[in-house]
């Protein structure tokens, strides 16, 4: 069975510094993964995705992540924090082979400190 | 294109209860699957529909249960509410059973008293 660490519950950040959220997982298959973020009151809106191929990965809002095998990390990175980042972050993996299900990490809130 | 919306946005239902909740797929999605989210946790996978009928289902009893109708629509049934079924349901849609990931829409909270 997959699953998904985030380590940190609460991250926070002054505006103009690095962003990095943790993600570690667990897959018995290579996995599909994902980063989504979730405003308050708000569904998830998908930030960025590694399926197959270049193992850095770039989305929306200047965010990228990097899927490393051998350390069964998927970190999500941004260069700059900006207020508009505040949020909750949420990794999530989907084994592929035949089950595509999502399982969510139980997601790390960031906060930007002006 | 329109995203994926869910109907009602909140309710308040009694314990012992049935409630229905609603959901409209993106368009040209045919998979649709319901997620639990709990306060201050990630979403749970309840189950997934692909061409109306259910092709995965989590760890959640039988009294969930939900439908997908030919336009991809669907609805996710939850019979005898408990207080623990306090949460936000969200529905996400996708093309081919999700491999690329889902569209979420902005979810329905139930709270059950």
């Known amino acids: 069975a997959q699953s998904v660490t985030q380590l940190g519950s609460h991250v926070s950040v002054s505006e103009g510094a690095l962003v990095l959220l943790r993600c570690n997982y667990s897959?018995?298959?290579?996995?599909?993964l994902f980063w989504y973020v979730q405003y308050p009151n708000q569904g998830l809106q998908l930030l960025l995705k590694y399926t197959t191929g270049a193992t850095l990965v770039k989305g929306i809002n200047g965010f990228e992540a990097e899927f490393k095998k051998s350390e069964t990390s998927f970190h999500l990175t941004k260069p700059s924090a900006h207020m508009s980042d505040a949020a909750e972050y949420f990794c999530?993996?989907?084994?592929?082979?035949?089950?595509?299900?999502?399982?969510f990490g139980k997601g790390t809130k960031l906060s930007v400190i002006p | 294109e329109t995203g994926v919306t869910q109907s009602p946005t909140h309710l308040i239902k009694t314990r012992g209860q049935q409630v229905t909740l609603r959901c409209s797929s993106q368009?040209?999605?045919?998979?649709v699957s319901w997620y639990q989210q709990a306060l201050g946790q990630g979403p749970q996978f309840i189950f997934q529909?692909?061409?109306?009928?259910?092709?995965g289902r989590g760890n959640f009893p039988p009294r969930f249960s939900g439908l997908q109708f030919p336009n991809y629509s669907s609805e996710l049934n939850v019979n005898a509410l408990e207080l623990d079924d306090s949460a936000l349901y969200l529905c996400a849609s996708s093309f081919g059973q999700g491999k690329y990931g889902y569209t979420f829409g902005s979810g329905t909270r139930l709270t059950v008293v």
């Open positions: 999530a993996v989907n084994p592929g082979a035949g089950s595509y299900q999502l399982t």
């Open positions: 897959s018995s298959v290579p996995p599909y």
């Open positions: 529909y692909y061409r109306e009928e259910e092709n």
């Open positions: 368009s040209g999605h045919n998979t």
